[in-house]
């Protein structure tokens, strides 16, 4: 026993002495990894995957790939071929080399421009017949986002839209209204249109959906929730009340720095409880269109359910309606990617984001609506 003992220390004492020597280790060598750690394109981030060598630039809608000076970080020492700063046509792929005493790491850098145009889609063959013939708040949205992106905007008809004709389309607005009844007609439901989307939405599409239309993400299989549930599609009635969203006060997590509240910085208002105004005193329709979540935790409406929701269907809850003092029943959704989706969806279904009001009178925080719109577009836009 005290042989093997012996033995046992002996072993011990070796093996420090190796690993204190560090035989493998010569200080003479250069440590810097010959690698890219940033690179920008007309101040855009690009995504670089050092084991691949692919350096991936997503430049902005309208952006000239033949003109674009990159701006290149790596460790001291390395040696960067077209040097940064250099302003290159990237209408093809180009090679960046990374180079040290210990070698070169050739990258190969693609470039993309994103599609510039912004679609409305809807049931009406043409633009102009949607117009004479739709509900007065998409008649009304529609009308918004052909003024606000009048060089872009493009109307997309549901009866005849094909996965060609997105080719060119940044993001998709589809908002829906009616009397009635808050199911969408067949025409988005099944066919072609149904199956077109999901290929869109798979391919990384985005899509912005408002009123009745936040059903369409269930439609088309990414709101898998099934809690889509508080929905109405009443006459409308008159109330003395100015109704607000929140976006974050009574939540555990805020989501008032979200690009739908910030993108366009000084855009939207807010009240004294931090609260955002969208529909003052007057006739409403009040046109819900909300998941009802409390079934995700313990019974009742507890906090927390907002986070659990996002961690079970990949869906940031963004809004509700002003002054709920727990997280029941989400309005503003963002549905991120999620396999096989690599697109991005947000949907917009609290009632109080009408676009036109039924008894003739201003709404003044209509603007914050449009606000939240035009917020949820630009963002939308950029991914």
């Known amino acids: 026993m005290k042989q093997i003992n012996i033995a046992l220390l002996m072993a011990i004492i070796l093996c420090f002495s190796s690993c204190e020597e560090r035989d493998n280790f010569d200080d003479s060598l250069d440590s810097s990894l010959n690698i890219i750690t940033e690179l920008k394109g007309n101040e855009t981030q690009a995504t670089i995957d050092d084991l691949q060598g692919i350096i991936n630039l997503v430049l902005p809608p309208n952006s000239d790939a033949s003109n674009v000076m990159l701006e290149i970080e790596a460790p001291q020492g390395i040696d960067i071929s077209p040097a940064s700063g250099s302003v290159l046509d990237l209408t093809q792929s180009v090679e960046v080399i990374a180079s040290s005493a210990n070698g070169n790491r050739v990258y190969q850098l693609f470039t993309k421009v994103l599609p510039n145009e912004i679609a409305f889609l809807g049931e009406a063959a043409t633009f102009n017949d949607l117009i004479a013939t739709a509900d007065d708040d998409v008649v009304a949205a529609a009308e918004w986002l052909q003024m606000t992106y009048p060089d872009d905007f493009v109307y997309l008809n549901a009866a005849a839209v094909t996965i060609d004709d997105l080719e060119s389309v940044n993001v998709v607005m589809?908002?829906?209204?009616?009397?009635?009844?808050?199911?969408?007609?067949?025409l988005f439901t099944e066919g072609t249109a149904k199956s077109t989307f999901i290929e869109y939405l798979v391919g990384g599409g985005k899509l912005l959906l408002g009123g009745m239309a936040t059903s369409y993400a269930e439609t088309i299989g990414r709101d898998q929730s099934g809690l889509l549930l508080i929905k109405g599609s009443g006459a409308g009635f008159d109330s003395p009340d100015t109704w607000t969203v929140d976006g974050g006060v009574n939540f555990v997590t805020s989501q008032l720095n979200h690009p739908i509240y910030t993108f366009n910085e000084g855009q939207i208002s807010f009240d004294g409880n931090g609260f955002m105004p969208i529909i003052n005193a007057g006739f409403r329709e009040d046109h819900n269109n909300l998941w009802d979540i409390a079934p995700l935790l313990n019974p009742g409406h507890e906090l927390g359910q907002f986070n659990e929701f996002e961690r079970l269907?990949?869906?940031?809850?963004?809004?509700?309606?002003?002054?709920?003092?727990?997280?029941?029943?989400?309005g503003i959704i963002e549905f991120m990617p999620q396999s096989p989706y690599n697109g991005t969806i947000i949907a917009i279904g609290i009632g109080g984001m009408e676009w036109n009001m039924n008894d003739g009178r201003d709404n003044p925080f209509l603007e914050n609506v449009k606000a939240v719109y035009k917020n949820s577009i630009d963002y939308l836009s950029t991914l």
């Open 313 to 330: 269907y990949g869906g940031k809850v963004l809004g509700v309606w002003g002054g709920v003092g727990d997280e029941c029943c989400p």
């Open 174 to 186: 589809f908002f829906y209204d009616q009397v009635g009844t808050s199911d969408l007609p067949t």
